[in-house]
């Protein structure tokens, strides 16, 4: 493995790690906070009880996701240090905020997850709303500095190098917007979809378990409408990688001609020695009417580029036909949800949408990581759009598998752990006691602090000493 | 003196200030790892709740510290930040292995089954990492104060060989030094807040004792380093022991120590905590004093790796605004869970 791949290798393992724990971060928050509003508002204390356990999930799931986001900030110097050399002080901006926003988020967690018994209701509810807000802005502010990568703006390049630099023109490029919108709200499709999906297996195994049945309908609430959005907000960013990178469209697409009244070319495998795809279905015009709104207009195709300057076709065009095609199915999935509240029937009892809801929960999760591999492998053979080439940007140190090696069994392991903590900590259905349902009176909130519950420093919130 | 209102010695003074939040804060944190990982005699239990007690809900924000550092570094000074970037690699490499370990180890620890030997066994991960930690961050120190991270490398490296480029920079007993008083250092400031957070005077006799005894481990080992840095630093020696701040900073560290010292004889705990700050706080101001103009000594000068003003002046400005915004939340933050009242609160 050369250098250069083990480098590329480190960092795509790295993203694709850590971008789960992020998304669930900026969406879980919303959840957990859903979850405690309706509790405080109706008394209801199975709410409580799930907002305590997503808010477990998003501890660990928080605290997984910051320490893989250091890795990352110094990975960009440690494997790319060329690219930070060249681009630090003109990405450094929406880093700088990110910092602010990531600091807010973790400092109100701190206060949400360990405050239940410290401070008023109106606060600790309040310092949710912050995690969630600040989770969400976190996401956007990293998210503007790769779109940078992608349509660099905000300079003039005199000799090779970036002068005049305007930091805020940068971080407000053409692809900022659309590419935030896309990852915010697959943030919480993927996530919403995730957990419903868990809720609706265990609906259809406990039928109407009261909690599965409240947990459902905030997991949808969340999921559902992004979902369903996803395809608008696809559509504009199809728009404007149309525009900017039209390499990375055409390998998208692979489409190898340039093209007036361009066919979208739907799966298939793209056979780049004879420049054809196989086993695709064509639609016609339909590809000069999506990128441009317009049945006739000419979509650029490989041709007006150096086969040099190519990334990987194969690999891009079937990421996004795997990511559009799991990204339509979901949204059908979650109109299909819509449809049934609109008629109000229960939704814990519709056994064929529980059904579809499972096959789709690790659907969004694997649509993102398809998506990133559009936006990075399509950007390719560029770690800065049109200007510096990644081969330039990678360090010269030898020996680069050997850290590749390393990280990926240390997130192999810590996936496996997380795992096992989430199954332990959330999926399994309460019992009745811990519920607290029929039987016996609700206890008053601060008693549920001390049930017979596995007890863990979360729950006792750190009540210094003992 | 003119020199010292620059944006880029403005900023760098920001880094430093950052690091220097960092050290106090997530410091102490991995310094109750130390203790953790030395948890000894019959209220091993309860010393090790008492740590846990109190990392847990401050631990994450003050580890963000970290990220404003390396965040603020690459955008204002890219060129240094990939200096040493390339240099340090082997060293960053490890202190990210031992930062993931450390924070993921005490998470599962908090959520994991509540059974004994589950809990022995991410303990002693998270205790590890929080030693192994904070010598190789030192360690980093080290090998830039040194003198040993440079500037224009790009060429260089390929000739020079993996040995003379990647490992002997950092590979030196003055940088070990620095890194054992990194650990010292943490492990004092963990002991001494841990004496204003016990409830006992079981327990605050426990971390009074390991006050003690960390405050002469960072002291000796500071005192090594400064005599190490005669042979390996020269430079940074010569600026510690000859500018007009050496006599100063060495008066600082002196009575900082010596209050730290005779308050946790009198156990005034507060008092402690003051005084270990201080001595802290003037221990790492040490370094930019003793290599001040020099962001990469001895070619690479603050104001010769800055990144161009109109990032400067912007990335200042945020920061400005953003500590409106962070400040405020930081400080109610410690106000819930660090105040004495909050600690109080019966069960």
């Given amino acids: 493995m050369s250098d250069l791949l083990a480098a590329r290798s480190q960092m795509a393992m790295s993203l694709a790690f850590h971008i789960i724990f992020a998304v669930i971060g900026i969406a879980m928050p919303v959840l957990m906070v859903i979850a405690e509003w309706r509790w405080r508002r109706r008394g209801d204390a199975i709410y409580l009880e799930l907002a305590k356990r997503w808010a477990k999930g998003t501890a660990i799931l928080f605290a997984v996701g910051a320490v893989s986001g250091t890795v990352l900030s110094f990975e960009l110097g440690l494997l790319w240090p060329r690219f930070m050399e060249y681009a630090g002080a003109i990405i450094g901006m929406p880093f700088s905020l990110e910092g602010f926003a990531f600091f807010t988020e973790a400092i109100f967690l701190g206060v949400y997850l360990y405050g239940w018994d410290r401070i008023s209701p109106r606060a600790h509810l309040l310092a949710g709303v912050m995690v969630a807000v600040s989770g969400a802005a976190s996401g956007i502010f990293v998210v503007t500095a790769n779109a940078w990568m992608n349509s660099p703006t905000g300079f003039d390049l005199v000799d090779g190098r970036m002068v005049n630099i305007d930091p805020i023109r940068a971080m407000l490029n053409p692809g900022s917007f659309p590419q935030a919108l896309h990852m915010t709200l697959a943030a919480y499709a993927a996530t919403g979809l995730a957990v419903a999906g868990i809720h609706a297996f265990l609906l259809l195994r406990r039928p109407n378990h009261p909690f599965h049945r409240r947990a459902l309908g905030i997991a949808l609430m969340v999921g559902a409408p992004a979902a369903i959005l996803m395809p608008v907000s696809g559509d504009i960013s199809a728009r404007y990688v149309a525009r900017w990178q039209p390499a990375k469209l055409a390998a998208m697409e692979s489409l190898f001609e340039t093209t007036r009244g361009a066919p979208l070319v739907i799966g298939g495998i793209p056979d780049v020695a004879s420049r054809t795809t196989r086993w695709s279905i064509e639609i016609p015009k339909a590809l000069s009417l999506l990128a441009f709104h317009d049945a006739n207009a000419e979509v650029k195709g490989l041709d007006q580029f150096a086969e040099t300057d190519w990334p990987p076709v194969t690999i891009v065009h079937i990421a996004f036909q795997l990511m559009v095609g799991l990204g339509t199915l979901m949204a059908f999935v979650s109109l299909w949800a819509f449809w049934i509240r609109w008629r109000r029937r229960d939704l814990s009892k519709e056994r064929a949408l529980l059904r579809a809801l499972v096959v789709v929960a690790p659907l969004g999760m694997v649509a993102i990581e398809a998506g990133w591999v559009v936006t990075e492998v399509g950007r390719q053979p560029w770690i800065v759009y049109g200007i510096v080439r990644t081969a330039d940007a990678v360090t010269p140190m030898p020996g680069l598998v050997y850290p590749f090696a390393l990280f990926t069994l240390l997130y192999l392991f810590l996936a496996g752990v997380v795992g096992w903590l989430l199954y332990r900590q959330i999926v399994h259905s309460p019992s009745p006691t811990e519920l607290r349902v029929g039987t016996q009176p609700l206890r008053p909130p601060d008693s549920w602090l001390t049930t017979d519950e596995p007890i863990t420093r979360g729950d006792r919130g750190g009540t210094s000493g003992q | ?347």
Wanted: charged fraction near 15%.
């Fill in chain 2, 1 to 347: 003196m003119s020199d010292l209102f620059t944006l880029p010695v403005m900023l760098a003074g920001v880094i430093i200030v950052s690091l220097n939040a960092y050290v106090l804060l997530a410091g102490a944190d991995f310094g109750g790892g130390v203790w953790d990982f030395f948890a000894t005699g019959e209220r091993r239990v309860r010393q090790r709740t008492l740590i846990a007690d109190a990392i847990g809900p401050v631990w994450e924000a003050n580890h963000v510290w970290l990220i404003l550092v390396v965040v603020l570094l690459f955008t204002c000074f890219p060129g240094a930040f990939a200096a040493i970037s390339v240099t340090l690699h082997i060293p960053l490499l490890v202190m990210l292995v031992g930062i993931v370990m450390r924070g993921a180890a005490f998470t599962f620890r908090t959520y994991d089954s509540q059974r004994d030997e589950v809990q022995r066994r991410w303990g002693r991960i998270f205790a590890i990492a929080s030693l192994v930690t904070p010598i190789v961050l030192g360690v980093c120190v080290g090998a830039i104060a040194a003198g040993r991270v440079h500037g224009e490398n790009a060429a260089g490296f390929a000739s020079a060989g993996f040995l003379a480029s990647y490992v002997t920079p950092w590979l030196t007993g003055f940088g070990f030094a620095i890194g054992v008083t990194t650990l010292a250092l943490f492990a004092q400031l963990a002991a001494v807040y841990l004496t204003v957070e016990a409830r006992d005077t079981d327990l605050q006799d426990d971390f009074r004792r390991r006050a003690h005894i960390a405050q002469g481990v960072a002291l000796v080992a500071a005192g090594l380093a400064l005599i190490l840095a005669r042979r390996d630093a020269p430079n940074i020696s010569r600026g510690l022991l000859e500018g007009w701040h050496a006599v100063p900073l060495l008066l600082a560290v002196a009575l900082s120590a010596l209050w730290t010292a005779l308050s946790l004889r009198q156990r005034t705990f507060h008092a402690a905590r003051i005084g270990a700050a201080a001595q802290a706080t003037a221990i790492l101001w040490g370094w930019p004093l003793a290599q001040f103009p020099w962001l990469l000594p001895p070619d690479v000068s603050i104001a010769d790796a800055a990144a161009p003003a109109t990032t400067l002046r912007p990335v200042l400005i945020t920061l400005g605004v953003g500590a409106l915004l962070l400040l405020p939340s930081l400080a109610y933050l410690f106000r819930v869970f660090k105040s004495s009242t909050a600690v109080a609160k019966p069960s």
